[in-house]
């Protein structure tokens, strides 16, 4: 059964960066569709990048563009998100999140369109 394990996360001084990893088990990680969310405390949670099957397309939360980076590798069963530029608002439990086959241009940042999660690992920004 195909299960996601985020990790990478930690605390880290306002500017640095930061690369956080999600390794998704099973052997149809190409096949999925996949994106990044992030829920701070009080906050609901927010879409924050993400990237197709292929990896060739990819999109940011308006907050997040020219800081962080989505990209895969399907030979690995690894996402990654590579953040730059850490501001302490950036502090929040970020998740993986991914669904069988494509989704729609107006689906992707909608957080009902994932069918598979993970845990969330913590990022703090100090």
């Known amino acids: 059964q195909v299960q996601l394990v985020e990790s990478g996360g930690g605390s880290v001084q306002t500017g640095g960066p930061l690369t956080l990893t999600c390794t998704i088990s099973?052997?149809?990680?190409?096949?999925?569709?996949m994106a990044w969310f992030r829920q701070a405390l009080g906050k609901e949670r927010e879409a924050v990048a993400r990237i197709n099957q292929g990896g060739g397309f990819t999109d940011y939360a308006n907050s997040v563009k020219g800081r962080f980076t989505i990209y895969r590798d399907n030979a690995k069963n690894t996402l990654y998100l590579q953040m730059n530029s850490l501001k302490p608002e950036d502090t929040a439990v970020y998740y993986c999140?991914?669904?069988?086959?494509?989704?729609?241009?107006?689906?992707?940042?909608?957080?009902?369109?994932?069918?598979?999660w993970g845990q969330g690992t913590q990022v703090t920004v100090s």
């Open positions: 999140a991914a669904v069988l086959g494509q989704v729609r241009n107006d689906q992707y940042f909608d957080a009902s369109t994932y069918r598979l």
């Open positions: 099973g052997n149809t990680f190409s096949t999925h569709s």
